[in-house]
C-alpha cells in the first residue's frame, strides 16, 4: 500500500508518542513518582500502530497488563492516559483504573487486563456483536506468547472458528512470559496451533511499521468479508522489564542493545521513509520533538492535577444497586 | 390468571425482551441443540431443562450454542454487553462457575468500576442451582453466596414462576451484570403468570406470609419449605414472617429490619453452604442493625459444611426441609429467654 | 501382538461386562430404580478396555461422566460399582459419589467427573507425580469430543509437552457432546490440534479392540520411556442417550441402529476371534452368559443392601478439622 | 531469636519440609524463572516476589515453572496429590482462581468426599492476596472468603513471620487441601522465627492483645493495624483483646466465644469484600452463639462493597487502618447502651 505523506507522519508520530510515552514512565516509575504495577511496551510499538492502523473507531480491542501503546495507537486520549498513570481524577479511568485496565470503550478499546488471556474472550463477544448487529466491524485480541497457553485463549480460537467471528488473534511474541522464555512455554508450533482451530495464521516482523500493516491488512479484510478470525503471529521484543522493577537477569546479556541497535521499530520506519525520500530527517525530527514536548506536558500537568475525591470510591460498582 | 410452570415462566420473559430489544440475545451450550446436525427438530433441546425450547423457532439468529467452553463463551457474553448488546448466558450449572469465574469475577463484576464509570456491563448469566436430585457433589450446589461476596454483581435467587419472569426482565433490562439463579427442583412449580411483561424491582423482598413471632428468611426452594413450615406452625397457633429477599445483592435490609423489629426472632434457612454465607450475612446484619430487637440467639438451619452427598438418604438429611424449619422455630420459641426487643 | 486365549477371554469378558452394566442401568433407570444423573457407554466398551488393556494396577486414569466403562476397565470393583450406582453403604464411594464420581485411588482411577476436562489436568498431575518418583508409570486422561474445547483439556496438551509427562489423552469421539455435533463444536482437524502442541497424535478406530490396543501400546510404551506425552482419537459412538432420559432425538433416525449392526464392539471382536478361531462361538456364548448372571447378581444384591448411615454425611469432607 | 521476614519465614519452611519429606515438591509460574533461557542465574526470579528465590539450587527437580496454564497446572498439583505427592503450588495472586477455581473446589476440595473418605489431597496452594500497592481490582484482592465458603478446604491467614512458618509447616503436613494466603505487603515484616522446625495448629487462634473491653478480630494486614490501634487506646485506658484467627477455616470458635464472653463486644476487621465474608461469619457466630454476651450491636469494619480502585488516594480511603479501627472502638465504647452481658 502506498502512504500519504501524512499517513506516514502520523503513523511515525503514534509511534514515538508510545516510546516516549514509555520511556518517561519509567524514568517518573525510577523516581518513585508513579503508583502501582506498570508494565511497558517500548519496542512493541510497529506491532500496536501496524495493527490499529487497519481499524476504525467501531472496531474493537483488547488488550493485556501491557496495553498502554494498544491504548494509544486505537485512539484514545494521550493525555487522559497520562493523567491516569498518575491516578489522577481527570485519568482516562478517573484514577479508578491505572496502568493494568486503560480503557475507553467509546474509542472501541475494551481495556488492558490484568488477568493474562482474559481480553481474548471479551474480543470475541465484541466481535460477536458486531456479527449480530450485520456491520462489518471486526475485533482484535492482542495478548502474549505467554498468554497463548491460557485455557481462555485456546477456547476462544475455537469459538471464533465455529462461530465464524470477525476477530484477528494478534500474539504478540516477546520471547517472554514475565521470566520464562516463549521457547519453554509455548510447545509445538505457533502458527500450527491456531491453524488446528481452523484459523488462518500469518506471522509478521512486529518490529516493521509496513509489514505488521500489511499483514493485518490481509487478515483484517478477511475477517470483515466474513471468511472468518485470524492469528497473526507479530515477533517483537520488549525493552524493559517484565514490569518496572525487574532487572530481567533472564535475559543474556547483550540481547535488548542488539535489537534496539538493530531492530528498532523506530529506527527500521526510519531508515525505510528515509531511504525511500517519503520523509525527511528533519521531518521525523520535527516530530520527535514535538512528540517530546507533548508527553512531558502531560507529564508536567499531571503531576499536578488533583487526585480523586474520596466519595468517588464509592461511586461506580453499579450502574443502580 | 394463567397458571404456568418456573420454566415458562423464564422462557416466556425471554421471548417478550427479545421481541422487545433487538439486543437481546442468547448463548449458552445446547440452549438450541442439534447445531449444524442432520436430527429432524430444530432445537431438540432448548437447554438440558427445556427452558430454552421453542425460542429458535422465533429467533434463529440470536439464540446461540456454542462448544463447551465456559470461559470463551460467558466472557464472549460480557465483552458482547461491554460493546452494546444485552446477552443472556445461560451456564448450564452453576458448579460450572470454576471453568469461567475469571469472566465473571474479574471482568464483568469490576469492569464498569475500574474505568471510573465510563462502561456498562448489561448481562445476564442465567444457571442452575440446587440439591434434590441425588445429583451430587459438582451437580447441586447453590453458589449464589459466592456471587454476592463479589462487588459489582447482582444476585437474583427466584423462588416461584411470578417473580421468576417479573426478576428476569428486570435483570435483562439492567444496566449491570445479573447472575440469575434457576432451582432445578422448581421447574414445574406453578404459579399465576400474566402473559404480558412486568418487572419485580430488586431488592424488595416478599413477605410470603406474615407473622409476629417469628422472622424466617429464606431463599430459592427454602421459601417452599419454610412456607410449608409457617403454614403447620400456624396450626399450632405460631405466627411466622416468611421473607424471601428475592434478590440477594442487592438485599432489601430495610424490610429485613422491619420484620425483626416486630418478630424478635430471627431463623435463616438456606440451602447453600454455611460457612461465609448469604445466611451468615443476613444473621451478620441483625447483630449489627437489629441488635437491640432480637429477644434471643439468631439461628441458621443451613446444610452442614461439607460437600453434597449422592445417597438419596444423605441428601434429604443434608438439606433442610420443612420439618426441620418447624422444629427450629419451636425450639426458638420454646427457649425460655425473655423477649428483649423493645425494652432495649 | 499375539493374545493368549486366556487374554482374549479376558478382553471379551469386560467388554461384556461394561456392556450388561450399562444395559442393566439402562433398564433399572427405566423403571426408577437409579437414583441421580446417569451417562452410559454402551457401543464404547472397545476403547475403554483397549487402552486399559496396556496399563497397570499402578499408572493412573481420569474419566468423565461417561465413566462406568473405564472404572471397570481398569480393574476397579464391579460388584461395589453396582452398588454405589444405588446409592449403597457397600457402594464404592460408600454411597457419597455415584455414578459421576467413580473413583478408586487404589487402583489407579482418579475418578469420573461431573466437570467437562477436569480430568485432563489430574491425570498431568499423576503423570509428574510418576516422574517425580522415578518410576515408568503413565496416566491416561479420557475425554469427549466436546471437552476437546475446554481450556482444562487445552491447557494440559500444552503443559504435557513442556513438562514431558508420560500421559496419554484419549478423546473419545462419540460425535456428540450432549446434543451438539462434533463437527459443529470442534473446529479444525483433531490430530493436528494435538500435533500442533507438539505431541504424537494417532487416530483409531474406537469400535474394534484390537485396533485401539494396538494403537494404545505404541503410544503407551514411548510414554513409559520417557518420549513424552501423545493424543490417541477414538472414533466411537453411544448406543444411548447423552444422559439417560436424553431421547436423542438430534441424531439422524436410523444412526445408532446402523452402528449396532455394523460396528457394534463386541460384535467386531467375536467375528475377529471367531474367525481367526481363536475363541469358540460357546467359549464366547459362555462368557456371556456368565456375565449376565454377575451383573444379575450384582443388582439384586444391591437392591437389598443398606443405604448409608445418616451419620457418614457428616464424615470425609476432610481428614481432620 | 533470629528476625526473619515473612518470605523467609515461608522460604524456610518450604525448605525444610523439602528436606524432610521427598513426596513435597513445588509448582507454579516463574516460581524459579528463565526456565530453559539464556540468562545467567539459575533462578533469576523465585517467584514474583522473591519467595521461592534459592531452592533451585538446592532442589531443582522439585521446583516446576509451568506456562500460564492455572487450570492445568493447579490440576495437576490436584492429581498429584491424590496420587500421592505433596506439592505446594504457587497461584501467584489469589485474584487468579477465576482461571482455576474447577480445579479447586470442585476437584481438590470434594475429591475425600465424594469417594467416601478413601482418598487423601495433601495440597497446599500459596497465594498473594491484599493491597496497599495501588495494584487495583485485580492484584489486591483478599479472597479468602470465598474459598473458606467451601466445604472441603483449610484456609490459613497468617499475619507475622512466626505463624506463617509454623502454619505453612502445619499445612504441608495436613492431608486436606490447605489454601495459604500471604499478604503482599507483609513480605518484608520481621519477627522472631526458630530456624528449626515447628508446626502450629489449625484451628488455634492467636490473643495478639488481651483486654476486657472488647474483642476485635481481625486477620492478615489487619492484625498489624488493629495492634496499633489497641496500643494506641491501652493508652487511652481502653483495653482491646486483639484476636488472630490466623486459620479462617476451620475457626477457633471457642477461643472467640470465650474472649466475647469477658469483652461483651465485637469489632470485625476485615480487608476482604463484606458481603457473604468472613467478617459477617464471625458475627454471625457470635449472634448464634455468643448473643446473651454481647452488650452492644455488633461493628464490621471492612471496605465497601465496591472493587478495589487504583488511586492511592483512594485506595487508602477504602481498607481499614489503625485509626478507622480505634475510631470504631471509641464510638462502640462511647455509645448509650449499658453492658448487657451478665444479666442474660
Ligand atoms: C491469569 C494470570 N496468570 C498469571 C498472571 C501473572 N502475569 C502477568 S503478565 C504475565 C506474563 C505474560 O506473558 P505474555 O503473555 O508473553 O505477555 P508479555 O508480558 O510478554 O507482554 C504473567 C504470568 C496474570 N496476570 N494472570
Ligand atoms: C464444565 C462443564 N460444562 C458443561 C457440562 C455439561 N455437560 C456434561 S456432559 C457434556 C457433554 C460432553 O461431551 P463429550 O466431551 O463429547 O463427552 P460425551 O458425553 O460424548 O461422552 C456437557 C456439555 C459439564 N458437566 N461440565
Ligand atoms: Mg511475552
Ligand atoms: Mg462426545
Known amino acids: ?321 | 390468571m394463567p397458571q404456568k410452570s418456573i420454566r415458562e415462566a423464564i422462557n416466556e420473559a425471554l421471548l417478550l425482551e427479545m421481541r422487545r430489544d433487538p439486543s437481546v440475545f442468547l448463548i449458552g451450550e445446547d440452549i438450541v441443540g442439534g447445531a449444524g446436525g442432520k436430527g429432524e427438530e430444530v432445537d431438540p433441546w432448548g437447554g438440558v431443562m427445556g427452558v430454552t425450547k421453542g425460542i429458535y423457532g422465533e429467533f434463529p439468529d440470536r439464540i446461540i450454542d456454542t462448544p463447551i467452553s465456559e470461559m470463551a463463551y460467558i466472557g464472549a457474553a460480557v465483552g458482547a454487553a461491554v460493546s452494546g448488546m444485552r446477552p443472556v448466558a445461560e451456564l448450564m450449572f452453576c458448579d460450572f462457575i470454576g471453568c469461567c469465574l475469571d469472566q465473571v469475577m474479574n471482568q464483568a463484576a469490576k469492569l464498569r468500576y475500574m474505568v471510573g464509570g465510563k462502561a456498562e456491563v448489561p448481562l445476564v448469566i442465567r444457571m442452575q442451582m440446587g440439591g434434590g436430585f441425588s445429583a451430587a457433589c459438582q451437580h447441586s450446589q447453590s453458589l449464589y453466596p459466592l456471587f454476592a461476596h463479589i462487588p459489582g454483581l447482582k444476585v437474583v435467587v427466584p423462588s416461584n414462576a411470578y417473580d421468576a419472569k417479573g426478576l428476569l426482565i428486570t435483570a435483562i433490562r439492567d444496566n449491570d451484570p445479573v447472575m440469575f439463579f434457576e432451582h432445578k427442583g422448581l421447574y414445574d412449580d406453578k404459579d399465576e403468570v400474566p402473559d404480558g411483561d412486568y418487572s419485580i424491582p430488586f431488592a424488595e423482598a416478599r413477605f410470603a406470609r406474615d407473622g409476629s413471632d417469628i422472622t424466617i428468611v429464606a431463599t430459592g426452594r427454602m421459601v417452599k419449605f419454610a412456607i410449608e413450615a409457617a403454614d403447620q406452625l400456624a396450626s399450632e397457633g405460631i405466627a411466622c414472617t416468611v421473607l424471601d429477599p428475592r434478590t440477594v445483592s442487592p438485599f432489601d435490609e430495610i424490610s429485613f429490619i422491619e420484620s425483626l423489629e416486630e418478630t424478635g426472632r430471627l431463623l435463616v434457612v438456606e440451602e447453600a453452604y454455611p460457612f461465609c454465607s448469604f445466611a451468615s450475612e443476613v444473621a451478620a446484619i441483625a447483630a449489627q442493625k437489629a441488635f437491640y430487637a432480637l429477644s434471643q440467639p439468631v439461628r441458621l438451619l443451613t446444610p452442614p459444611h461439607t460437600p453434597i452427598p449422592f445417597a438419596p438418604e444423605l441428601e434429604s438429611a443434608y438439606f433442610p426441609d420443612a420439618e426441620r424449619i418447624a422444629g427450629s422455630v419451636r425450639e426458638m420459641l420454646d427457649a425460655a429467654a425473655p423477649k428483649r426487643g423493645a425494652a432495649a
Not at chain 1, 504495577?37 to 476504525?56: D, K, R, T, Y
Not at chain 1, 484514577?95 to 470503550?105: E, F, L, P
Not at chain 1, 521484543?237 to 546479556?253: L, Q, V, W
Open chain 1, 1 to 321: 500500500m502506498a502512504f500519504k505523506k501524512s499517513e506516514l507522519q502520523r503513523a511515525y508520530r503514534t509511534m514515538r508518542v508510545i516510546r516516549e510515552f514509555e520511556d518517561r514512565i519509567h524514568s517518573e516509575n525510577s523516581l518513585g513518582n508513579v503508583p502501582g504495577f506498570i508494565h511497558l511496551s517500548a519496542g512493541q510499538e510497529a506491532s500496536a500502530v501496524g495493527v490499529c492502523w487497519n481499524l476504525n473507531r467501531e472496531d474493537y480491542i483488547s488488550s493485556t497488563h501491557r496495553g498502554h501503546g494498544h491504548t494509544i495507537a486505537k485512539g484514545c486520549d494521550v493525555r487522559a492516559m497520562m493523567h491516569e498513570i498518575f491516578a489522577r481524577a481527570s485519568g482516562l479511568c478517573n484514577g479508578k483504573g491505572g496502568s493494568m485496565h486503560m480503557a475507553d470503550i467509546g474509542m472501541g478499546m475494551l481495556g488492558a487486563n490484568g488477568i493474562v488471556g482474559a481480553g481474548a474472550p471479551l474480543s470475541c463477544g465484541a466481535a460477536l456483536a458486531a456479527r449480530l448487529r450485520g456491520t462489518d466491524n471486526i475485533a482484535v485480541s492482542f495478548f502474549g506468547d505467554g498468554a497463548y497457553n491460557e485455557g481462555a485463549v485456546l477456547e476462544s480460537l475455537n469459538l471464533s472458528k465455529v462461530l465464524n467471528l470477525p476477530i484477528i488473534f494478534v500474539l504478540e511474541n516477546n520471547g517472554y512470559g514475565e521470566a520464562t522464555p516463549a521457547e519453554y512455554a509455548v510447545a509445538g508450533d505457533i502458527l500450527k496451533r491456531a491453524e488446528a482451530f481452523g484459523l488462518v495464521a500469518e506471522e509478521t516482523d512486529g518490529h516493521d511499521f509496513f509489514a505488521v500493516e500489511a499483514a493485518a491488512r490481509r487478515l483484517i479484510k478477511r475477517a470483515r468479508e466474513g471468511k472468518g478470525p485470524a492469528l497473526l503471529h507479530s515477533k517483537l521484543s520488549r525493552y524493559y522489564g517484565h514490569f518496572e522493577g525487574d532487572p530481567a537477569t533472564y535475559r543474556p546479556k547483550g540481547e535488548v542493545d542488539a535489537i534496539k541497535k538493530e531492530r528498532d521499530s523506530l529506527m527500521l520506519f526510519r531508515r525505510r521513509v528515509e531511504g525511500d525520500k517519503l520523509l525527511t530527517v528533519a521531518q521525523l525530527d520535527e516530530i520527535d520533538e514535538a512528540v517530546i514536548a507533548e508527553i512531558d506536558g502531560y507529564i508536567v500537568e499531571a503531576k499536578q492535577a488533583p487526585p480523586p475525591a474520596v466519595e468517588t470510591l464509592y461511586r461506580d460498582a453499579y450502574g443502580s444497586y
